[in-house]
């Protein structure tokens, strides 16, 4: 079984629909993070997570939500989609520390299509 | 801000081909840097890192060596195989242990022919 999965995988949606993605880890990590990924700009930070009580944006959290539920679960809402939104969604997991322990785990990510 | 610039692609070699990808960055402090590799249709998978200057992390016939002097982590190989076509991403981890918030470059599709 994989560490890190991402459901769904494939999303089509109308603009002004609210989407959740969510994603799940096996790896016992406290570190979670959801990123999207655009051709030609590479993988961009929404949201992190240290642990279930500390939230944190990143470079890109407009028109993004995210929630904590347990260690495993890390989920990213877009409260009313739209076209500009369209995008592969990856969530990723780290452990804690620097150093060797910075390594991040990527899940399959969810293409999301707004329409 | 935190940068990572690598070498716009396609990059197109025919197999056994030596590869070279050009990845240079712009950091405060130490940071650790990586090589991320995705496959079609996959998520992005390590390939290798390194964590301070000197440094050379290896993987898979892959090798590249963090140069401080001139802010670098090229990535290279020997010799292509076709399994090895898939988009590479140089990243670079800020703020070491107290965020682990990783800035990517924009990839580089590398596509090996037969």
């Known amino acids: 079984d994989a560490d890190v999965t991402q459901t769904p995988r494939n999303r089509i949606t109308k603009t002004g629909k609210r989407i959740m993605l969510e994603c799940s880890q096996t790896?016992?990590?406290?570190?979670m993070y959801w990123y999207r990924q655009d051709p030609g700009l590479g993988l961009r930070l929404i949201y992190y997570s240290f642990d279930v009580k500390d939230i944190n944006k990143g470079e890109i959290s407009d028109g993004y939500s995210v929630s904590r539920q347990a260690q495993a679960k890390f989920s990213l809402s877009l409260e009313s989609a739209i076209p500009n939104q369209t995008a592969l969604y990856f969530c990723?997991?780290?452990?804690f520390g620097g150093g060797a322990r910075d390594t991040q785990y990527f899940g399959p990510g969810t293409r999301l299509t707004v329409l | 801000g935190n940068s990572v610039t690598q070498m716009e692609g396609p990059v197109t070699l025919s197999e056994e081909a030596f590869l070279t990808i050009n990845c240079t960055y712009t950091?405060?402090?130490?940071?650790?840097l990586f090589w991320y590799v995705q496959y079609p249709g996959e998520g992005l998978q390590l390939l290798l890192k390194a964590t301070k200057a000197d440094d050379k992390g290896s993987n898979k016939g892959f090798e590249a060596t963090y140069r401080k002097e001139t802010t670098s982590f090229h990535l290279e190989k020997g010799s292509v195989q076709v399994s090895d076509s898939a988009v590479y991403f140089c990243a670079l981890s800020e703020g070491g242990g107290a965020t682990n918030k990783l800035i990517f470059g924009t990839g580089t599709l590398l596509a090996v022919q037969p």
């Open positions: 790896k016992g990590h406290d570190r």
């Open positions: 950091a405060t402090g130490y940071p650790s």
């Open positions: 990723a997991t780290s452990d």
